[in-house]
């Protein structure tokens, strides 16, 4: 079983950067994927970014490409999403997620992970 715990969320205006944490407890990250997803208020969970913790693999989605980066953290058993030049369409609950994937696979859709985080809110005012 594996726990995750988000944070860094908050409120910036246009321009401003955060840094969201995902830390995992109850198991290492070892051969597992994990992803950052976002919703937005009416619509449907987005997936934003992952990285395969063992692989080292990144994708992006490609709104994001350029201003966030994922990252992480061995010894502290987190992943990193920084976000720079927000935008206020950037504004929703940002999910970790995590998934066993032993050959180094990320999934783009959220119904591929089976793990999840309580979310963290971003709000970007313009």
């Known amino acids: 079983q594996v726990q995750l715990v988000e944070s860094g969320g908050g409120l910036v205006q246009a321009g401003a950067s955060l840094r969201l944490s995902c830390t995992a407890s109850g198991r290492a990250f070892t051969f597992y994927a994990v992803g950052w997803f976002r919703q937005a208020p009416g619509k449907e969970r987005d997936f934003v970014a992952g990285i395969h913790w063992s692989e080292g693999g990144i994708r992006y989605q490609d709104s994001v490409k350029g201003r966030f980066t994922i990252s992480r953290d061995n010894a502290k058993n987190t992943v990193y999403l920084q976000m720079n030049s927000l935008k206020p369409e950037d504004t929703a609950v940002y999910y970790c997620?995590?998934?066993?994937?032993?050959?180094?696979?990320?999934?783009?859709?959220?119904?591929?992970?089976?793990?999840w985080g309580q979310g963290t809110q971003v709000t970007v005012s313009s």
């Open positions: 997620a995590a998934d066993h994937r032993p050959y180094g696979t990320i999934p783009l859709s959220p119904s591929e992970y089976d793990y």
